[in-house]
């Protein structure tokens, strides 16, 4: 039976494994560094962010920002989720409802100073002048206007429809047309957009936004609203499983709880497993879990082999990475609202279900509720955008769009391998009973569609 390790050893070698815990060496005592450096200069992160964290056990109390840290000095770092691609988080994390506030209070002294300037300048004092150069369009449409203006009344009289052809005298229109035109033209206007390009004119990069009716939302919030008013939503960017790339935005209200987003989320992997219950969400070094079920038999805390892994015990299955998540708090994602969240623009966020299906996400932006935007409870969570997905060709032919999903298959090197109807059968239409059994095949479920790269 092997003999049990020393306290103080184990300690040591949980330290030696944690990778958001930064511990002092001889080599960075030697190059004076301090807390400043280690912040801005070698990891980039946020100072702030550092001192809260350590605020609890005192550690850096003792050290200005400039002093050189001694050996051994062991600084908590922030939790957070190491992925490849996007673009870095910036800010110091913030109290989500308390930001809304001052955005309100922003918005509000704005008002007050807008009020203010019309009393003593009159009122539309801010309104825009009318604009007085015209574009090429806009010109000729307003020199028609007047022509109808002026003729209309010399064409009252008339009665028959080929007499007022005749009538028209179009002959102003067409002079006041060339002289527009010669005025916009290049020798003209020596405009830089004018000049000819070295090479193809660049695209335009937009989002293809695939909002419609029915896809705009899924599941809407159906708790009583007790809000007297709504004035911003806040949006969150999901990313692709895959390729981190952009795949859909919801917006949501700052004083719904966080479940209402969990359910609205939908997954293409739901149509292997069905829908689970078993949830949670990773932001900003909490875990917030879906425990509404809480007491029933299915019901899983799926957060729990993350935090209580201990690669110290469990030496055989070495993994590191997984031992800093064991300090970071669980809360009821159904008791949170997102206005008690503390969060930081542009970090990634995990969204875990069916045991093992994650998805990255994170805070986009806020934008203010204006008067053609949807405001009531009821209308959230939505979506904002949805990027349309690149169509995923059969991987026998490579000719015609994935209809099944095969996972598992014991023919194919990648999975899930994706067919179409016609390879499909020529590959597994004579399969037994017994070699079914083998893989797990997955229809489209919406007949007339395929499957794509945003899944």
Same mark, same amino acid.
């Given at each position: 039976?092997?003999?049990?390790?020393?306290?103080?050893?184990?300690?040591?070698?949980r330290e030696a494994v944690d990778p958001f815990l930064y511990i002092v060496s001889e080599e960075d005592a030697q190059n004076g560094m301090s807390l400043l450096d280690l912040c801005i200069r070698r990891l980039c992160i946020s100072l702030a962010d550092?001192?809260?964290?350590?605020?609890?056990?005192?550690?850096?109390?003792?050290?200005?920002?400039?002093?050189? *840290?001694?050996?051994?000095?062991?600084?908590?770092? /922030?939790?957070?989720?190491?992925?490849?691609?996007?673009?870095?988080? %910036?800010?110091? %994390?913030?109290?989500?409802?308390?930001?809304?506030?001052?955005?309100?209070?922003?918005?509000?002294?704005?008002?007050?100073?807008?009020?203010?300037?019309?009393?003593?300048?009159?009122?539309?004092?801010?309104?825009?002048?009318?604009?007085?150069?015209?574009?090429?369009?806009?010109?000729?449409?307003?020199?028609?206007?007047? $022509?109808?203006?002026?003729?209309?009344?010399?064409?009252? @009289?008339?009665?028959?429809?080929?007499?007022?052809?005749?009538?028209?005298?179009?002959? /102003?229109?067409?002079?006041? $047309?060339?002289?527009?035109?010669?005025?916009?033209?290049?020798?003209?206007?020596?405009?830089?957009?004018?000049?000819?390009? /070295?090479?193809?004119?660049?695209?335009?990069?937009?989002?293809?936004?695939?909002?419609?009716?029915?896809?705009?939302?899924?599941?809407?919030?159906?708790?009583? #609203?007790?809000c007297v008013e709504h004035t911003h939503r806040w949006e969150f960017m999901f990313y692709t499983n895959r390729t981190l790339a952009e795949r859909e935005t919801w917006a949501v209200l700052s004083c719904q709880p966080l479940t209402a987003l969990m359910?609205?989320?939908?997954?293409?992997?739901?149509? *292997?497993?069905?829908? @689970?219950?078993?949830?949670?969400?990773?932001?900003?070094?909490?875990?917030?879990?879906?425990?509404?079920?809480?007491?029933?038999?299915? %019901?899983?805390?799926?957060?729990?082999?993350?935090?209580?892994?201990?690669?110290?015990?469990?030496?055989?299955?070495?993994?590191?990475?997984?031992?800093?998540?064991?300090?970071?708090?669980?809360?009821?994602?159904?008791?949170?609202?997102?206005?008690?969240?503390?969060?930081?623009?542009? $970090?990634?966020?995990?969204?875990?279900?069916?045991?093992?299906?994650? @998805?990255?996400?994170?805070?986009?932006?806020?934008?203010?509720?204006?008067?053609?935007?949807?405001?009531?409870?009821?209308?959230?969570?939505?979506?904002?955008?949805?990027?349309?997905?690149?169509?995923?060709?059969?991987?026998?032919?490579?000719?015609? /769009?994935?209809?099944?999903?095969?996972?598992?298959?014991?023919?194919?090197?990648?999975?899930?391998?994706?067919?179409?109807?016609?390879?499909?059968?020529?590959? @597994?239409? #004579?399969?037994?009973?017994?070699?079914?059994?083998?893989?797990?095949?997955?229809? %489209?479920?919406?007949?007339?569609?395929?499957?794509?790269?945003?899944?």
């Open positions: 039976m092997p003999k049990a390790l020393p306290s103080r050893v184990t300690s040591e070698r550092v001192q809260r964290i350590n605020r609890a056990n005192g550690a850096l109390d003792q050290y200005r920002l400039d002093e050189c *840290l001694p050996v051994g000095t062991a600084i908590r770092l /922030p939790v957070v989720v190491t992925v490849c691609g996007g673009s870095p988080p %910036y800010s110091s %994390y913030f109290a989500l409802g308390r930001e809304e506030e001052r955005l309100r209070g922003v918005e509000r002294r704005l008002g007050e100073r807008a009020a203010a300037f019309e009393a003593a300048h009159g009122s539309g004092a801010l309104e825009l002048p009318p604009r007085t150069v015209l574009s090429q369009t806009e010109q000729a449409t307003d020199f028609i206007h007047k $022509e109808v203006e002026r003729q209309l009344p010399l064409l009252q @009289h008339i009665t028959k429809l080929s007499d007022l052809v005749k009538a028209v005298d179009v002959e /102003p229109i067409k002079k006041r $047309e060339r002289e527009i035109v010669e005025a916009f033209s290049p020798e003209t206007v020596r405009l830089r957009s004018f000049q000819a390009l /070295p090479g193809p004119a660049p695209k335009r990069r937009r989002h293809a936004n695939d909002i419609s009716p029915s896809t705009i939302a899924t599941v809407l919030d159906p708790t009583e #609203d007790f359910d609205a989320l939908e997954c293409y992997s739901q149509p *292997l497993y069905g829908k @689970h219950r078993n949830a949670f969400f990773f932001i900003g070094g909490t875990f917030y879990i879906d425990d509404r079920h809480r007491g029933e038999e299915d %019901y899983e805390d799926l957060s729990a082999a993350i935090r209580n892994y201990d690669p110290v015990a469990n030496t055989a299955e070495f993994a590191g990475a997984n031992l800093g998540f064991g300090a970071c708090p669980v809360r009821s994602a159904a008791e949170t609202r997102f206005a008690d969240l503390q969060v930081k623009m542009g $970090e990634y966020c995990v969204y875990q279900h069916l045991d093992r299906c994650s @998805h990255a996400f994170a805070l986009h932006g806020v934008r203010p509720l204006g008067p053609n935007m949807r405001t009531q409870r009821n209308q959230f969570p939505h979506r904002t955008m949805v990027k349309k997905g690149q169509v995923i060709l059969c991987q026998m032919c490579g000719s015609f /769009p994935s209809t099944i999903a095969l996972f598992d298959d014991p023919l194919s090197p990648s999975n899930p391998s994706m067919y179409c109807a016609y390879c499909y059968e020529v590959l @597994h239409g #004579d399969d037994t009973e017994e070699e079914a059994q083998k893989y797990v095949k997955v229809n %489209y479920p919406k007949k007339g569609e395929y499957f794509s790269f945003v899944a």
